[in-house]
């Protein structure tokens, strides 16, 4: 998949979801837990860059959402509601970074905050 290919995807995806969650912010005023992206080192004009971004935020949406050792049913379903919830937001997140990969993009950002929804 080429860039524009990869940056379209997420656009499609960012896009989608509902306008309340696009809207809210990625940090949590509530106290949710939160973690923090980085990609700086990050070429986010290449699809690998973007892909490995990609592979970052999921990794750290899934760690926000699940609990080590928890098999339960009830908590698996939450665990797996909360995961799909938190990407939504996690790739409007991502759509945005990789934008900002762009020459005229405004320099100096290279990290993100998610919160667990």
């Given at each position: 998949?080429?860039?524009?290919?990869?940056?379209?995807v997420?656009?499609?995806l960012a896009s989608?979801?509902?306008?309340g969650a696009r809207a809210r912010s990625a940090g949590s005023a509530s106290g949710d837990p939160t973690i923090v992206v980085r990609y700086g080192?990050?070429?986010l004009s290449a699809v690998a860059g973007m892909?490995?971004?990609?592979?970052?935020?999921?990794q750290a949406v899934t760690s926000l959402c699940t609990?080590?050792?928890?098999?339960?049913?009830?908590?698996?379903?939450?665990a797996r509601s909360c995961?799909?919830?938190?990407?939504?937001?996690?790739l409007a997140a991502e759509a945005r970074?990789?934008?900002?990969?762009a020459p005229a993009a405004e320099p100096g950002l290279t990290a993100m905050t998610l919160a667990r929804n």
């Open positions: 998949m080429n860039k524009r290919s990869w940056f379209l997420l656009l499609i989608a979801m509902p306008a080192d990050l070429d892909q490995a971004l990609h592979g970052r935020v999921r609990s080590e050792g928890v098999r339960d049913i009830q908590s698996q379903l939450e995961i799909d919830a938190t990407m939504e937001r996690a970074a990789i934008a900002g990969a």
